[in-house]
């Protein structure tokens, strides 16, 4: 009984089907010689016939020949694929699929596994600040820095801060809706309502709470009079909850 050779590669393997093909062999017989020498998983008996066909078509070499456009391992194609992403951060799988020439997964493991990208939403903020918004942000923010620094906590108590936002409200609550009930009387129903709404709600606290909570009244429009009306508001409650 011969040896069963373990370790191998396809160029090994191919000279001897081009040998015995020469010698006339079948392709069934071609592969039960290999698989003998080699092992059941040589090659596929489809892989044998493959094979045979090309020499029978005059082609007697045993390499792979060189494939165009198709780079020798998407390896090499990583520092080109993080150049384009750097450069598009929006860019689609399908652009960098014809730019490289490859596979869908051979961009997802480049673009996934091996450089660690993942995609996510933009995020909505409420405006965008242009370069001299950011200056005179750096600006207040260096000018309560040195003021921090010369009165410490002293400072900071006298920072009041305001914010407006959108709430929910219902005509008539769950809590509102209560009412006494006998064990002997009817069930007591509550109709969902559909005049439900958002009204405007703003805030201004401190560094110890809430100094101010305002809800603006259903389609009052929030302009420069109303927000006057707010500052006196809050002057009151200042002069009230911190006299």
């Known amino acids: 009984m011969g040896t069963v050779l373990c370790v191998w590669t396809q160029e090994e393997v191919r000279p001897v089907i081009q040998f015995l093909w020469a010698k006339g062999t079948a392709s069934i017989e071609i592969h039960h010689e290999i698989q003998a020498v080699y092992g059941s998983n040589v090659m596929t008996v489809q892989h044998v016939r493959k094979w045979c066909r090309e020499f029978s078509g005059c082609h007697l070499s045993v390499t792979d020949e060189q494939r165009s456009g198709h780079p020798s391992t998407s390896a090499d194609l990583v520092p080109a694929t993080e150049e384009t992403v750097h450069t598009n951060r ?53 000018t309560h820095l040195l003021r921090f620094n010369d009165h410490d906590e002293d400072f900071l108590e006298q920072i009041i801060t305001g914010d407006e936002t959108w709430v929910q409200y219902c005509p ?62 809050l002057k009151k409650a200042v002069q009230c909850k911190r006299p």
């Not at 129903?189 to 305002?214: C, E, I, Q, R, Y």
Request: proline residues 4%.
């Open 90 to 142: 929006r860019v689609l799988f399908k652009e960098l699929e014809e730019q490289f020439n490859l596979s869908h997964g051979k961009i997802w493991d480049i673009v996934h596994e091996r450089l660690g990208y993942r995609k996510v939403c933009s995020r909505c903020v409420p405006r965008q600040l242009t370069e001299d918004h950011k200056k005179n942000c750096m600006g207040v923010s260096l």
């Open 172 to 233: 008539e609550t769950k809590v509102q809706s209560m009412a006494w009930k006998h064990p002997g009387s009817p069930t007591i129903k509550k109709f969902t309502s559909t005049s439900s709404g958002k009204l405007m709600a703003t805030v201004f606290w401190d560094m110890h709470g809430v100094l101010l909570l305002h809800f603006s009244p259903p389609n009052e429009t929030v302009n420069s009079a109303a927000f006057q009306g707010n500052l006196r508001n």
